[in-house]
Structures are given as structure tokens and as C-alpha cells.
């Protein structure tokens, strides 16, 4: 498999993230399940699904992104 990065794409992608702030930059501060928090999860679950990617969240707020493959019955 050959993965290739879009460097520039992935830089723009975590300042975005960082910006997503209760702080000024260069200080990322985000209280779970606070405003901040709330957006940055929210930002992050568009671009996961954007991707194709199926997205759930636990009891506990983690959130996980999986990429299903042709056959959604088989597991690793």
C-alpha cells in the first residue's frame, strides 16, 4: 500500500484544529465538553465523514473514525 500525505493540506488542517480555542494563540484550550471542545469534535467528525469514514462516540466522549472496506462483516 502506498500512502501519500498532502503535507500542506494536513498543516492547514491542524491549525484549523487549533484554532478551535477558548484561548488566544499560540495556547489551545478546549474544557471537555465545553464550547470549544464541542466544536472541535464537531469539526473533526465533518472532516472523518467528509472522508468516508463512519464515526461513533462512546458513553465517555471518545470518538472513533473507521474506514469500512468491501466487506463491513469482517474484522481484523
Do not use: H, Y
Amino acid at each position: 500500500m502506498n500512502l501519500a500525505i498532502d503535507q500542506a493540506r494536513l498543516s492547514s488542517e491542524i491549525e484549523a484544529l487549533a484554532a478551535i480555542s477558548e484561548a488566544e494563540p499560540p495556547v489551545v484550550t478546549r474544557v471537555v465538553f465545553g464550547p470549544a471542545d464541542m466544536k472541535a469534535r464537531a469539526w473533526m467528525i465533518s472532516l472523518c465523514e467528509a472522508a468516508g469514514l463512519s464515526v461513533r462516540q462512546d458513553a465517555i466522549g471518545n470518538t472513533f473514525a473507521r474506514w469500512k472496506g468491501s466487506d463491513p462483516m469482517r474484522r481484523p
